[in-house]
């Protein structure tokens, strides 16, 4: 049973135990106050969730997102990224979004990650299921 853990203007924050993964879903534009503090909330579940089950993946919901801000695509590389490897993250996946400018901010985060060859690791989807699934082997084989 999916279990809804954060709600905010353009997004929220969910829990499927069944892929023991954290799901961080945006709708639409999500300004970046409260995309950061989604961010901010979500390496808090992150590290309740490692304590508890020992591993957990990340799934971010983009497909019904807008653009997001540069400064905060930057945040989510760089710094969300390495606190949320150095507490336990592994494996994050990405649903592609819908809307063309979305996905530009998408392809110029996952071009960034790879340039900076960090460890966290990160695979694109056209589908949550598809993204669960990943995940779970990910976590499986762990």
Not at 35 to 58: C, H, M, S, T
Not at 67 to 72: K, P
Request: proline share 2%; aromatic share 12%; net charge negative.
């Amino acid at each position: 049973m999916i279990t809804r853990l954060y709600t905010t203007e353009g997004g929220s924050i969910d829990f499927d135990p069944s892929v023991q993964s954290l799901i961080s879903t945006y709708t639409g534009f999500i300004g970046s106050e409260n995309f950061r503090n989604q961010g901010e909330y979500g390496l808090d579940i992150i590290r309740q969730k490692i304590n508890k089950y020992g591993k957990v993946a990340w799934i971010g919901d983009l497909s019904k997102s807008e653009i997001f801000e540069d400064g905060d695509v930057s945040w989510t590389g760089v710094e969300w990224s390495t606190r949320a490897y150095a507490i336990g993250l592994r494996y994050r996946a990405l649903v592609m979004p819908e809307s063309i400018f979305a996905a530009m901010n998408v392809r110029d985060f996952i071009a960034k990650h790879n340039e900076r060859k960090d460890p966290l690791i990160i695979k694109m989807f056209t589908d949550i299921e598809s993204a669960k699934e990943w995940c779970k082997a990910m976590l499986e084989g762990q």
